[in-house]
T-cell receptor, first 110, second 115 residues
């Protein structure tokens, strides 16, 4: 079973920041938080991951709360091409099963 | 960055025939590969995990004799759907990881339609 909970769907206006929350209240100390997204009929695409500290890359920022029980993925300037299902996943080690929950369906509106 | 190539991207086959799907890691050695199945408007469901040179580990409810997985090298895993039926029609996705990678790289998926 997935160890995370996410809202089923969200809308965001084009050009605005999209903030996608994820709850992972049972996360253990060695587990990372990963974010992937899946555009329709494609394989999942890696976005970002983190352990404790906030992370930023060219795609997004990841904000992890101090108690690590929740996190937020931020797309700073959403475009129509960011419309996708976003998955938040917690995982400890390479080689472990990568279990997907239902994710959040983000719709970026013009 | 790490790239995983999946082939074919789509296939149509007749009931009773077998279909092979290939998953290749192009620029890294994949010690572990995963196979997923995704039905319309649903999330990815893990079917099996395979490590190079050993038998695949199947998830509960997945028939190992129907979904044959071979991971003969560090860059190639294959999934063969044997005696396909219309209910096997789905989107099949592979992913790969290595000990030195920081995550899991996914293939582009294969849409299988059994008629």
């Amino acid at each position: 079973d997935a160890k995370t909970t996410q809202p089923t769907s969200m809308d965001c206006a084009e050009g605005r920041a999209a903030n996608l929350p994820c709850n992972h209240s049972t996360i253990s100390g060695n587990e990372y938080v990963y974010w992937y997204r899946q555009i329709h009929s494609q394989g999942p695409q890696y976005i970002i991951h983190g352990l404790k500290n906030n992370e930023t890359n060219e795609m997004a920022s990841l904000i992890i709360t101090e108690d690590r029980k929740s996190s937020t993925l931020i797309l700073p300037h959403a475009t129509l091409r960011d419309t996708a299902v976003y998955y938040c996943i917690v995982l400890e080690n390479y080689g472990q099963n990568f279990v997907f929950g239902p994710g959040t369906r983000l719709s970026v509106l013009p | 960055g790490a790239v995983v190539s999946q082939h074919p991207s789509w296939v149509i086959c007749k009931s009773g025939t077998s279909v092979k799907i290939e998953c290749r890691s192009l620029d890294f050695q994949a010690t572990t590969m995963f196979w997923y199945r995704q039905f319309p408007k649903q999330s990815l469901m893990l079917m099996a995990t395979s490590n190079e040179g050993s038998k695949a580990t199947y998830e509960q409810g997945v028939e190992k004799d129907k979904f044959l997985i071979n991971h003969a090298s560090l860059t190639l895993s294959t999934l063969t759907v044997t005696s396909a039926h219309p209910e096997d029609s789905s989107f099949y996705i592979c992913s790969a990881t290595s000990d030195s990678s920081y995550g899991y790289t996914f293939g582009s998926g294969t849409r299988l339609t059994v008629v």
